[in-house]
């Protein structure tokens, strides 16, 4: 759950990268954390947006999280870390797919986009790291202020159900303005020639989320079977990567 100690085991397990979420503090801080709110994740009730850092600092992520269905028991506590830690800490050693983490097309998160490349280029960390996100605003900002850093939108069955949204984020002037280089596809998206579709535009592309411990995010529940089917074809056919919960 975005913890160190995840980074550090993603480390151990020799994987290519790690995808992490981001969220602009009260402070301006950018913290790695997954939910808006803080309660599943810490029990204590919050905004991540509407905290300051010292005040986050205070809180711990719990031992015992409910995810999705399941209940998983990691061993211990474990404290919040700022995206510049986790970075440094993982520098030369995985690539990162930062995450500016959206829960709607919130025009104030321009400014996480703004301060995601600012800390890039400063890091020097445009090969390490690419940059996603199911809101534009924050990649067009983020395009603005450091062009050329990779980066692309996120989708999910609910984009693609929702056709005005779907062509605001695939029409040229948007997509000019992010300069997408990639996408990240939800795993049960994907049609028969859908990775060559996107690979013939230009960008990269990369399936969400294999061996989900919550499997609601694919919009359906699917089997182990039927995901290892996705995975061969998908593999077979050029993808480029998978976000996985279960990396092992």
Excluded at 120 to 126: N, P, Q, S
Excluded at 137 to 155: A, C, N, V
Excluded at 174 to 203: A, C, H, P, Q, W
Excluded at 226 to 235: D, G, K, M, V
Aim: hydrophobic share 40%.
């Amino acid at each position: 759950e975005n913890t160190m100690a995840g980074f550090k085991r993603a480390v151990e397990l020799g994987i290519d990268g790690v995808e992490l979420d981001v969220f602009l503090t009260k402070d301006s801080k950018l913290v790695v954390f997954h939910d808006l709110e803080t309660e599943r994740l810490t029990g204590v009730a919050g905004q991540i947006t509407e905290m300051t850092w010292p005040e986050i600092q205070q809180l711990t992520i719990k031992a015992v999280i409910n995810v999705g269905d399941k209940t998983i028991d990691y061993g211990r506590e474990e404290k919040f870390e700022l995206l510049e830690n986790v970075l440094e800490e993982v520098r030369g050693k995985l690539l990162v797919n930062i995450e500016i983490k959206a829960y709607g097309l919130d025009f104030g998160q321009r400014h996480t986009g703004t301060a995601v490349a600012n800390l890039i280029r400063r890091m020097g960390l445009e090969s390490d790291v690419f940059v996603t996100s199911f809101n534009f605003w924050p990649l067009i900002w983020l395009e603005r202020t450091h062009p050329g850093i990779e980066s692309g939108f996120t989708y999910a069955p609910a984009v693609v159900n929702n056709g005005a949204l779907q062509w605001l984020m695939e029409s040229s002037l948007i997509g000019k303005m992010v300069g997408s280089t990639l996408t990240n596809m939800s795993l049960t998206m994907f049609d028969d020639n859908t990775v060559e579709k996107v690979r013939s535009r230009g960008l990269a592309v990369g399936a969400w989320t294999v061996f989900s411990q919550d499997s609601k995010w694919l919009g359906e529940a699917i089997s182990p079977e039927q995901e290892l089917n996705y995975i061969y074809s998908l593999t077979a056919r050029g993808i480029d990567y998978f976000i996985t919960d279960d990396p092992v």
